[in-house]
């Protein structure tokens, strides 16, 4: 019993959210929600009641009636507002969630490529700047490639320290994190549950994302758009984790890269296999 | 049986059925190109270049030939009708003729810019001209479709004149006419887009 | 399959087409190629339930691999091609495969059955016969408009047999992955097929539709004015006006989308793609999404209008009482069918439009509940006060009602485009799609089978069978679809091969195995119709002329009508829903019976002097 009981109770099945405005939108959620079980044991009510009441009776006749227009009219203005109203508030959140004069000035900023079936991100570096890529000069696009997804241009100065992570990434806590998605290949969409984040990333433009985490821990990533037979096992993780924790990470990754850029080792990858195996 | 009952009466809306129905599917029609333009106009603003350099080798001569054909055809299309409701069917023939050989000679025109276009390497899924010539065999493709298929019924209705009564459904080739004149407007529109809108032509070179 | 199609279309009608006048036709133009807008109605009858039946069982794998991944699909798993599995005889289905079954599940369902369900079979059959006429206004344009469907059926099947297999990009073939192939140019994939049968459908609907609106336009009967017919044909109607002026739209969409598969141009593909090397760029993927939902947003209204008459038609006969609010039934009508065209955009809240253009589409989306409102508030004002009879027709209206409502509610969750952002693409849609097409649309279905299968073929439905029926889908179909919603909170996505990839989903297995388990004693329901249909046909009471006793103009033709329809002259004098007229001993009054009333208070009465048959006062 207490199992059926948890499925009528909707809103006890989401999953924890950890980012600022995720909440709004829960809340949002609720708002619609118990608007509609209202709406839906008012009207439910209703018929049920009229069944039972006008049933079937072979004394009594139908009710020769073509309707009221007072009535009419009531009923098409009081669904009008509660409809305005929600819209007003959604609108709200809308712009504040997607608009991208929206987007909060970065505190971190990061770019995520979706492919079949994975994720590369790639993280400024040491100098806290991307250097020539497919994001920041659209001529770059020529130089994506599957070994070279984001199209990076090695031979400016800024992209020697850039640095990329396949299916994992890592963000610091209460910041503004803000992340500019691409494909390489068909749309994907990049859906972070906990953080009520969801953005189709599509081949050749770049989408705004952003965020802010609340609390630390480690989460998943999933794609939420059909990509093929693979779709269901794009996944990827990240954490976020405390300042400090955070520039450490940065720093061991920094220090990984400038290792690996003097033995000339060229970065690793093992995307190659999988965009081979493309259908 | 129905035949002894009054059910199947006058057309309501005193438009033949025929007509009412051609009617709505023209307005299907409209939409069927509007879904091409809305395309068009989209890819080309985000294209300008490459629309602007594959329309620069487009024969704009032809094309004006062409219009002049359709337009033609259509006057000579409201002249049969017009023959036809007067049952004069020795000009039904000879206007009805004549709106044949101007779609014959636009196919005929059609044909020669196709194959110079495939003889020189404009076709669709060519580098540089890719997108702008993908428009253009289709959009002018799906027209030239238009054309054949306005073609077949006036052959029939021609040869059908030749016989002992003549052509005798005047309302049949009105409900041909309204086909007719819709393919000759598309064409109106197709042109320019095609062929005339996009400046600094010349820019390349063109035969 | 067709041989299917057609042998059972035969079936159905043999024998029972004692339509006198055309003993002359040989059985082929009478049955298979007959221009008669009845016989055209049964053959869209047999191909739907043929493609239900399809459709569904491509569900019921769906629901196998989602409950009890890896798992070998019972019973027939060993039997099925080495393509479709795993490995040889494994009898676990592949990812590749899964993509295939929903795409071809989305489509087989919405383009084959409840498409031709309620706009073919419906349209066909209620249109002549409910406005007073022997038959559409273009027959033979009709008749081609139902034989293009088994054509367009054997394509999309057919894709079985090409490399690759079906279409697996789902319904909405979004590119780059239904454009993207490493084929060579000039093969056929099943995404070609794809897009080349359901041209073909999009042209069988075309043609419908523009003979709908001549006939509704022209050859009313006498009498009759445009707020005098059924609000089935005015559905049926707006409908028709939707689909002439939609259905092109993505017709152009498709030749696009095909050019990019068949030929590699790239109207659909930008530059850069890491995938393939044969193409070059410059289109935007975004475009076809445009495209396609401004037909298949206006395409939802196609599936659920025509059934929102039905069931006005269906409540207002069992309730005897005439439909609350006529007019503004017929404005909320097209009141939805307008705004149905400009609000496409909240299926692409999160595609990466620009967000501007969210708010707008998201504004218009609420707008359209509320013409939906006002028809959910005047079916229950129908109810009020009426002598409510449960048939089975009426059981699945009142049905197609409440589960209008709830996928209705569900819909403006994902109307609100941040609420959106969160249920996206998870099975909270797959619930409202549910909701709206199969306990909206399919409940209408099976109101109006039931409804009108005595006019259909002179026999009556067996009414216990159809009971059995309607509760065992009525309760299977809720414990199928209303779990779904609770699975799209939890953020289970949809179109996923297997949920157990992910830890924050990990706690789902319960609730899915519950839908599978529901979901195949729902598809086992369906049969008891099948049976039902099937049986009455032989068995079943043989129909008198008016069963319900209904107001509507096909009940004053012959108990099973043969070409022709009437066998009487047929005027109108009234509105089609005068239930419980005052100063009447019936409790209905047909259309086409004469009689003077006068209308007072928004009631109408009947006048006594009954005998003048000229001078007829309407009512509204
Ligand atoms: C018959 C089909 C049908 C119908 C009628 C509807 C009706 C509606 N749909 Fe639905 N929809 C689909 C079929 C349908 N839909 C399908 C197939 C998809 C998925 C496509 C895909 O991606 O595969 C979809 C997807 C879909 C989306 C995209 C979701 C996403 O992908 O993220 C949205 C978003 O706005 C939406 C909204 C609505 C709304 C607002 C209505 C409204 O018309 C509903 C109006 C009805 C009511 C509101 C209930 C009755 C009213 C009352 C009881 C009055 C009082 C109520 C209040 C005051 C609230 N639908
Ligand atoms: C009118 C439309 C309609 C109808 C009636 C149905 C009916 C059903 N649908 Fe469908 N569904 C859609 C339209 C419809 N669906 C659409 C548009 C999509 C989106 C597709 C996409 O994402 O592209 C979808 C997607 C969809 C999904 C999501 C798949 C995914 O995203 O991964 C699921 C999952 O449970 C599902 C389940 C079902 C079930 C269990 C039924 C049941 O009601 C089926 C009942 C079964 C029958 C009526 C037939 C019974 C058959 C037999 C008894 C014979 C048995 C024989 C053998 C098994 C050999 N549907
Ligand atoms: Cu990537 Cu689904
Ligand atoms: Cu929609």
Redo the contacts between chains.
């Keep these: 019993m207490s199992e059926v009981l948890r499925v009528l109770d909707m809103l006890a099945w989401f999953p924890e959210n950890i980012s600022t405005f995720g909440g709004e939108l829960d809340a949002l959620f609720n708002i619609i929600y118990y608007i509609s079980v209202a709406i839906f044991f008012l009207t439910f009510g209703i018929l049920i009641y009229f069944l039972i009441k006008y049933r079937f009776n072979p004394n009594r006749k139908g009710y020769n009636y073509h309707g009221n227009n007072i009535v009419e009219i009531t009923w098409t203005i009081l669904p009008t507002i509660l409809f305005a109203a929600i819209g007003v508030y959604s609108d709200d959140i809308w712009e504040e969630t997607k608009y991208s004069s929206r987007v909060p000035k970065p505190d971190v900023e990061i770019l995520v490529l979706g492919k079949t079936y994975g994720w590369y991100f790639l993280y400024p570096g040491a100098d806290g700047k991307f250097g020539r890529n497919a994001f920041t000069d659209r001529s770059a696009r020529a130089l994506m490639s599957a070994t070279n997804p984001f199209g990076i241009d090695s031979s400016d100065a800024a992209s020697a320290d850039d640095f990329t992570t396949e299916n994992q990434f890592r963000v610091p806590v209460n910041a503004n994190i803000v992340m500019r998605g691409s494909s390489i290949d068909v749309l994907h969409s990049f859906f972070l549950p906990n953080m009520r984040v969801k953005q189709d990333v599509v081949p050749g433009t770049w989408m705004n994302i952003w965020y802010n985490a609340f609390k630390t821990g480690k989460f998943e990533l999933a794609c939420a758009e059909l990509c093929g037979g693979g779709h269901y096992a794009m996944r990827a993780e990240y954490q976020v984790v405390s300042a400090s924790d955070y520039d450490a990470w940065l720093d061991q990754k920094n220090g990984e890269v400038k290792a690996a850029r003097e033995a000339s080792v060229p970065p690793a990858d093992t995307a190659a296999a999988a965009v081979a195996s493309l259908r | ?2 035949a002894a ?5 006058e ?3 005193k ?1 033949a ?2 007509k ?2 051609m009617w ?2 023209l ?10 333009f ?2 068009f106009i ?2 080309r603003n ?2 300008y270049e ?1 629309f602007a350099n594959g329309s620069s080798h487009l024969n704009v001569w032809l094309a004006l030939i062409n219009t002049f054909f359709l337009i033609g055809s259509s006057l000579t299309m409201a002249l049969c009708i017009h023959a036809a409701e007067k049952n004069d069917r020795s000009k039904q023939q000879l206007f009805l003729g004549l709106t044949l050989l101007g779609a014959l000679g636009f196919l005929v025109i059609k044909t020669i810019e196709y194959s110079d276009k495939w003889a020189h390497g404009y076709f ?5 001209h ?2 702008f010539y ?1 428009f253009y065999f ?1 959009m002018t493709g ?1 027209h030239a479709l238009h054309v054949i298929g306005g073609i077949i019924p006036m052959l029939f209705m021609w040869f059908r004149g030749y016989s002992k009564k003549g052509y005798p459904y005047p309302v049949k080739l009105e409900v041909l006419g309204l086909y007719w004149h819709f393919v000759d407007l598309m064409w109106i529109f197709i042109f320019p887009a095609l062929y005339l809108m996009i400046p600094y032509h010349g820019a390349g070179g063109h035969h | 399959m067709s041989t299917a199609v057609l042998g059972s279309a035969e079936a159905t009608t043999h024998g029972h087409g004692h339509d ?2 055309h003993h002359d036709l040989p059985w082929f133009r009478k049955y298979l190629f007959s221009t008669d807008h009845k016989v055209i109605a049964k053959q869209f009858l047999v191909s739907s339930l043929f493609f239900l039946f399809i459709g569904g069982a491509f569900a019921l794998f769906i629901r196998w691999q989602i409950a009890y991944p890896g798992k070998p699909v019972p019973v027939i798993g060993s039997i099925m091609p080495d393509t479709w599995v795993t490995e040889a005889g494994s009898g676990v289905i592949t990812p590749e495969f899964y993509a295939q079954l929903l795409t071809m599940h989305g489509t087989i369902m919405i383009f084959f059955v409840i498409i031709p369900f309620a706009v073919g079979m419906f349209g066909n059959f209620c249109i002549p016969l409910m406005i ?3 038959d559409m ?2 027959p033979r ?1 009709n008749m081609w408009s139902f034989w293009l469907v088994p054509p367009a059926g054997m394509i999309m099947m057919s894709a079985f047999f090409v490399e690759g297999g079906y279409a697996a990009a789902g319904w909405t073939s979004y590119p780059p992955l239904s454009a993207v192939i490493q084929s060579p ?1 000039f093969t056929l994939s099943g995404q070609t097929l794809w897009l080349i049968s359901l041209f073909l459908v999009g042209f069988s609907s ?1 043609m419908g ?3 709908y ?2 006939t509704v ?6 009498g009759m004015k445009l707020f005098d017919m059924p609000l089935t044909v005015w559905a049926l109607f707006i409908t028709a006006v939707i689909i ?10 498709f ?2 989308l095909f ?1 990019d598969n068949f ?5 659909f593909l930008p530059d850069h793609l890491v995938t393939s090397s ?7 993927p975004v ?1 076809w999404q ?2 396609f939902w401004f037909y298949s947003h206006p395409a939802v209204y196609i599936m659920i209008l025509p059934l929102m008459g039905i069931a006005s038609d269906v409540l207002a006969t069992f309730s005897r009482k005439p439909i609350y609010g006529y007019k503004a039934m017929v404005f909320a009508i097209a009141g939805i069918a307008f705004l149905g065209f400009i609000v496409w955009g909240h299926h692409m809240f999160q595609s990466g439009m620009n967000p501007l253009l969210g708010t707008t589409f998201m504004l218009s989306t609420i707008v359209i509940a509320v013409p939906s409102s006002i028809k959910v508030f005047n079916w229950l004002g129908t109810l009020w006060r009426g002598n409510i009879k449960f048939s089975t027709a009426m059981l699945n209206a009142l049905a197609f009602v409440s589960m209008f409502i709830i996928g209705g509610l569900s819909g403006v969750f994902m109307a609100s485009a941040p609420v959106d952002i969160y249920i996206h693409d998870t099975y909270f849609i797959v619930a409202h799609i549910h909701y709206v097409l199969f306990g909206g649309s399919l409940f209408g279905i099976f109101a109006g089978i039931y409804y009108w299968y005595p006019k259909m073929f002179g026999k009556m439905l067996n009414e216990s069978w159809g009971r059995k029926h309607f509760y065992w889908t009525f309760i299977t179909f809720n414990l199928t679809f209303f779990p779904m919603h609770v699975l799209g909170v939890a953020g289970h996505m949809r179109r996923i091969y297997d949920p157990n990839v992910y830890d924050f989903l990990k706690g789902l297995g319960g609730i899915n195995e519950f839908i599978t388990i529901a979901a195949i004693a729902l598809g086992f329901s369906q049969l008891i119709l099948v049976f039902n249909v099937l049986w009455s046909l032989k068995w079943g009471k043989k129909a008198p002329r008016n069963p319900w006793r209904a107001n509507t103009l096909e009940w004053a033709a012959p108990a099973h009508p ?9 005027t109108v004098y009234r509105g089609p829903y005068e239930f419980s007229v005052e100063g009447r001993d019936l409790d209905y009054w047909p259309q086409w019976e004469p009689g003077k009333s006068i209308s007072v208070h928004h009631h109408t009465v009947a006048v006594s002097d009954a005998s003048e048959e000229s001078s007829s006062v309407s009512n509204h």
């Design positions: 049986m129905s009952l009054n059910l199947s009466h057309p309501i809306t438009i059925n025929g009412l129905g709505a599917f307005g299907s029609e409209l939409m069927f190109f509007s879904g091409f809305g395309a989209v890819l985000s294209n490459v669709p899924s060519q580098e540089n890719t997108l993908s289709m799906f | 006198d006048a007073g006429t022997d206004a273009m344009l140019t075309i539709a523009v003979n609106v001549t336009l022209n050859k009313r009967a006498k002439t002026l939609g259905t092109p739209v993505l017709a152009a969409a030749a696009m050019m030929l590699h141009t790239s109207f044969k193409y070059f760029g410059g289109g935007q475009l445009h495209l043969g070409h022709g329809n009437f066998d009487r002259d047929i």
